[in-house]
């Protein structure tokens, strides 16, 4: 079946700790996306990538980095500057040119 | 900067209620204007209006896009407890098949 995966569905990171969320598609879609969504709220653009081995900033890229060295898979890591991180993070991807983005099942994370 | 404001901010009805959910925008150069419900995890998509498609229905849901106003409007005819959800607008502009998105509104369906 085709679809977006994301791992872990929960994540616990201590203060501190950089952590790497996972994030694959294998819908041959060319754009790639991380948002961050925090308790009754809508969703905000962290970085996002339409090619290989390029991707830009969102609205709140600070304390995140991403890389894409393949089409399929847009790993985001949490670093320790990411002031606070404890949110539900949503990866999605679009086969360009626009339409309706595909969502990830969503990664939950936990600072302790 | 692309702007989405969605309202209300929440709201509660009884199963069999109507509701209209409104999203308004501001976009430099609008593509498309995109709802999503969102149960528990991820944001499923519901409809895609354009400048060629301003109108959308399937089944008890309805949108219009009014470009003039800058707005949308989703309806809900006849509402059911599984129609609890927050529900998402996003708009999309030709600069780079980005999604600026709204706060959402979560409706409560109570029985």
């Known amino acids: 079946d085709g679809g977006i995966t994301q791992s872990p569905k929960y994540l616990f990171r201590k203060e501190g700790q950089n952590v790497t969320l996972s994030c694959e598609q294998n819908l041959n879609h060319d754009a790639m996306y991380w948002y961050r969504q925090d308790p009754g709220q809508g969703l905000r653009l962290i970085y996002y990538s339409q090619i290989v081995n390029d991707f830009q900033k969102g609205d709140i890229a600070e304390g995140y980095s991403v890389s894409r060295e393949k089409k399929e898979s847009f790993p985001l890591t949490v670093t320790s500057a990411q002031k606070n991180p404890t949110a539900f993070y949503l990866c999605?991807?679009?086969?360009?040119?626009?339409?309706?983005?595909?969502f990830g099942p969503g990664t939950r994370l936990t600072v302790l | 900067e692309d702007k989405v404001v969605q309202s209300p901010l929440s709201l509660v009805v009884h199963e069999g209620d109507t509701v209209t959910l409104n999203c308004s925008y501001e976009v430099t150069n609008f593509r498309s204007l995109l709802w999503y419900k969102q149960e528990k995890k991820a944001p499923t998509f519901l409809f895609m209006l354009t400048s060629s498609g301003i109108e959308k229905k399937s089944g008890r849901l309805s949108s219009i896009l009014d470009k003039k106003e800058l707005s949308s409007i989703l309806n809900i005819t006849a509402t059911q407890t599984g129609d609890s959800a927050i529900y998402l607008c996003a708009v999309e502009d030709n600069a780079g098949n980005m999604l600026t998105f709204g706060g959402g509104t979560r409706l409560m369906v109570k029985p």
């Open positions: 999605a991807s679009l086969r360009v040119p626009g339409g309706e983005q595909f």
